[in-house]
T-cell receptor, first 110, second 116 residues
């Protein structure tokens, strides 16, 4: 079993739909990242959070430390949101390494 | 947000040659830089952790003599793929972070290496 698991692996939705991507992890963490990777390959850090909820534009990220679970939500989805979304956790062992989920490939159809 | 650059963005080389990839933090000093490789449709795999002024720490299975890492300053780390072979063809990504609590990692745009 992977330390970080994401679901779904692939998600196709119509423009305007509300999107939820889930991430579960099995290790103790100090922080969790949500990353976005576009087809060109570059990675953008969307959020880093260790508790509660963060919002940036149409993106919302939540984390429940007790349940070891985080969600990324996209409201009013748009074709430009099509990308791979990756959850990565920073362990609390102090080694600074990120452990990555396998990613969720999101496709928004106009 | 902070910016990390990589150069080159794409490189094609012949088998047996060496390729150097640069990773720079443009507006902050990165105490730690990380090098990853990513094969198509797979997740990022950490290759090594690089701290300024000290030797890099390599992950299990990564040959340190093959993938030379130099973290010469707080804004520059280089990865040299020595005697590259076709199986080294991959997408190489660096990230950088400041060694302070609650600071995120910032990722470079990646370098696509194709070895013929």
């Amino acid at each position: 079993k992977n330390e970080v698991e994401q679901s779904p692996q692939n998600l196709t939705a119509q423009e305007g739909e509300f999107i939820t991507i889930n991430c579960s992890y099995s290790v103790g963490i100090s922080a969790l990242h949500w990353l976005q990777q576009h087809p060109g390959g570059g990675i953008v850090s969307l959020f880093m959070l260790s508790s509660g909820k963060k919002k940036h534009g149409r993106l919302i990220a939540t984390i429940n430390i007790q349940e070891k679970h985080s969600s990324l939500h996209i409201t009013a989805s748009h074709p430009r949101d099509s990308a791979v979304y990756i959850c990565a956790v920073l362990s609390n062992f102090g080694n600074e390494k990120l452990t990555f989920g396998t990613g969720t490939r999101l496709t928004i159809i106009p | 947000g902070a910016v990390v650059s990589q150069h080159p963005s794409r490189v094609i080389c012949k088998s047996g040659t060496s390729v150097k990839i640069e990773c720079r933090s443009l507006d902050f000093q990165a105490t730690t830089m990380f090098w990853y490789r990513q094969f198509p449709k797979q997740s990022l795999m950490l290759m090594a952790t690089s701290n300024e002024g000290s030797k890099a720490t390599y992950e299990q299975g990564v040959e340190k003599d093959k993938f030379l890492i130099n973290h010469a300053s707080l804004t520059l780390s280089t990865l040299t793929v020595t005697s590259a072979h076709p199986e080294d063809s991959s997408f190489y990504i660096c990230s950088a972070r400041v060694n302070r609590n609650h600071e995120p990692s910032y990722f470079g745009p990646g370098t696509r290496l194709l070895v013929l």
